[in-house]
């Protein structure tokens, strides 16, 4: 599990550590806001293309070699970004990073492969925790690579540090990851039309239909908060991007510990179901918290150090809110990948956390135009709203489709 971690860990750095500066470097090459959103958008579409693809591939030739192929195509996409020259060689990259990008559901599948039933969901708490840290560290070293204001924004130390990690990637899988799918256990190779058609045939299942829908609903609304967060500090409070640092590290640091430490043990004693399902309401919870009450101050005792600690910590109502939504997030990232697992077939475990990977994609690719649509003309809580709105029939559906005795998954074999 330590070579999973340090897998994703690198991994999740490498994909955020662009993220402070490649939206001012892309309005410095003349896109505008437009072009600029369709360059984040990129990386998603990618994304949504290629994870099933990649998942489907490594359940016929193995996890270890298609890890180390996304991490040596993901090294490309960083050096194309890094000496990018305009906004068209800037898409192109970061489109490349996405379709390179099947690091994370292959991931999946390897823990999948690795762990029982039982303690599944652990295991991928435990791969949960990289990502959140690699989410915490990357942005935040980016940020200082990345230049000092928007004017001296630059891409070229960030992508050229992204490359040198997805390098130590490459290395670390090459050397020290051990195949978790032997060969007597991998689907044959096929022609490209009978494995459209198992894709098809795969993702046209009730049950695996209901799980994508899940993925899509969760991912969208929790991608709108994600987008729209800054403006929302910003409109709100006032705050600018030394303040947004520090909410991304306090929800960062909770999420991964939540994750590491609480997840697994939770559905071990109570099933994924009901824990996805706590989630899913504490993840609404905070979101109606901020919305209403998230602009009120505290007293002054509560303000604890001096500058932007200070004015976080002296927004209980921010600091709950944030919390809540953090450990809804915590608990059902981690569930509900395992029991997306538990409705594959060792050969199809690939196939079935790419198609699930991929509707959590097709979220975060439709959610930044919607939440930007309704900051724009309903107001900063907006998009806080819709998200919960959102949220009410994926806990529905969760409920009706899994919550009964009949929604079980079928029996494994453990290891």
Request: proline share 5%; net charge neutral.
């Amino acid at each position: 599990m330590f070579i999973i971690f340090a897998l994703v860990l690198l991994g999740a750095m490498g994909f955020s550590i662009v993220l402070p500066s490649i939206m001012f470097v892309a309005e410095d090459f003349g896109g505008g806001e437009a072009m600029a959103g369709w360059i984040v958008a990129s990386y998603a579409i990618g994304q949504l293309i290629a994870t099933p693809i990649w998942g489907r591939l490594s359940d016929r030739y193995g996890r270890k070699l298609i890890l180390a192929l996304c991490a040596a195509s993901t090294m490309i996409a960083f050096l194309g970004l890094a000496f990018a020259y305009d906004a068209l060689t800037l898409f192109v990259s970061r489109l490349v990073g996405g379709l390179a990008g099947g690091l994370f559901s292959v991931s999946q599948a390897w823990v999948a492969d690795t762990t029982t039933p039982r303690n599944r969901a652990k295991g991928m708490g435990i791969m949960g925790a990289g990502i959140s840290l690699g989410f915490i560290l990357g942005p935040f070293v980016g940020g200082i690579l990345g230049g000092e204001t928007a004017d001296t924004a630059t891409l070229l130390q960030p992508g050229l540090l992204g490359a040198a990690l997805a390098g130590l990637l490459l290395v670390v899988i090459l050397l020290f990851m051990r195949e978790s799918l032997p060969p007597e256990k991998r689907v044959a190779s096929q022609p490209l039309g009978a494995e459209l058609r198992q894709w098809g045939e795969v993702g046209s299942r009730p049950v695996v239909k209901r799980l994508l829908v899940l993925g899509l609903l969760w991912m969208t609304a929790a991608g709108m908060f994600e987008v729209m967060m800054p403006l929302w500090v910003g409109d709100t409070l006032g705050w600018g991007p030394r303040h947004v640092g520090v909410q991304f590290l306090f929800l960062g640091l909770w999420v991964a510990v939540i994750q590491g430490l609480i997840a697994g043990r939770l559905s071990i004693r109570f099933g994924e179901v009901p824990v996805i399902a706590a989630g899913i309401v504490l993840y609404a919870v905070g979101m109606l918290l901020l919305a209403w009450f998230g602009a009120l101050a505290g007293p002054e005792w509560l303000r604890i150090g001096t500058g932007v600690l200070a004015d976080f910590t002296g927004q209980p109502w921010l600091v709950l809110g944030l919390g809540l939504l953090a450990s809804g997030s915590a608990l059902l990232v981690p569930n509900i990948s395992s029991l997306v697992s538990k409705y594959a077939s060792v050969t199809e475990r690939g196939t079935v956390l790419g198609l699930f990977q991929s509707s959590n994609w097709l979220g975060r690719t439709i959610s930044p135009p919607i939440g930007g649509m309704l900051f724009q003309s309903e107001g900063a809580n907006a998009p806080l709203f819709g998200s919960v709105v959102i949220l009410v029939p994926c806990l529905m559906g969760l409920l009706v489709w899994f919550g009964g005795s009949r929604a079980q998954p079928p029996k494994e074999v453990e290891a």
